[in-house]
């Protein structure tokens, strides 16, 4: 993301962190602004995990979230900022949507069970957005991306995603020589996943091109069941082991792929990283850093 702004002539990127300004904090919020005084707010900080983390945490993860994106609108209006460019979530969506999710869709029912508190918090900014918009007339917009990967990504086991969490048990397994790895469910739910380098190209473009109330989709416009992406990371990590499901686990939300057709439209975006270079480009990443991770 930053080195797409410096791209486009981005004179100052300030990115606030968690030791300087606790964003779940209105105190630290309102410091943060007065501190920075910025024009254009991305708003991509959030609590996030896989599915056991969601499980876990569905407390946590709903008032964090809800609190850090209402008081940073609520506070960017109060500073008058010229954009908040909102980042929401494919977990927003009901669990049942038809497949390929259509931003018309995202009211039509409740969000998959393990992630609902996640979901709904994120898609009450698209709410906050609208409304604000409304009022006062304030420029927010609201991006979904679907699952995102690339090197850098989170690999703590309690807390990642799919494909760090299955990069880690695949190289490790290989390193350690084990014999067989555990995956959770059954492996036939799908998921579209969008590396992180695109999604930052299409948030940015969405920046500085789209000024509109309504919800925009970011994806790469293709769907994969976990099987087949559990045994794609084994075959690029070189794991040759034994691969156990076990179904007592939640598979989640059964299929996951979006209509990008709208971020095409309005702001002329579309994913460029093939799938696999991507998996490569983050399996490599993992093996280089796990040492200081």
């Known amino acids: 993301m930053q ?3 410096k791209a486009r002539g981005c004179r100052q990127i300030l990115v606030p962190r968690i030791e300087e300004y606790n ?20 708003h991509l900080a959030a609590v996030v995990g ?26 960017g209006r109060l500073h008058g900022i010229e954009k908040f460019v909102a980042i929401g979530t494919i977990c927003a969506y009901p669990k049942f ?31 906050q957005s609208q409304a604000y918009r409304q009022e006062y007339g304030f420029n927010s917009i609201f991006l979904l991306p679907v699952n995102l990967y690339g090197p850098g990504d989170n690999f703590d086991p309690a807390g990642s995603h799919v494909i760090p969490a299955l990069i880690k048990k695949c190289v490790d397994a290989v390193e350690e020589g084990r014999a067989f790895i555990e995956c959770w469910g059954t492996g036939g739910a799908s998921r579209e996943f969008l590396y992180a380098a695109d999604a930052a190209e299409g948030i940015l473009l969405a920046t500085e ?26 075959d690029l990590s070189g794991f040759k082991g034994q691969i156990r499901w076990d179904p007592s686990k939640p598979d989640g939300q059964p299929r996951r792929r979006l209509d990008t057709s709208r971020a095409m439209r309005e702001f002329g975006f579309r994913a460029k990283t093939d799938f696999t270079s991507g998996l490569k480009e983050t399996i490599d990443w993992y093996r280089r850093n796990k040492g200081n991770r």
């Open 3 to 5: 080195e797409g702004l």
């Open 97 to 127: 949507t038809p497949v390929p999710f259509k931003e018309e869709d995202l009211w039509n029912g409740y969000p998959e069970e393990t992630n609902a508190p996640y979901g709904l918090a994120k898609k009450m900014l698209l709410v």
């Open 209 to 234: 091109k789209y000024d509109k109330p309504e919800p925009v989709n970011l994806g790469a416009g293709f769907e994969i069941t976990i099987r087949q992406l559990v045994e794609k990371i084994a």
């Open 50 to 75: 896989g599915i056991g983390a969601n499980r876990q945490h569905p407390g946590r993860y709903f008032y964090e979230n809800l609190m850090m994106g209402v008081q940073l609108i609520e506070q």
């Open 23 to 42: 964003l779940v904090d209105v105190e630290d919020v309102i410091r943060m602004y007065q501190t920075m005084q910025p024009d254009v707010v991305i």
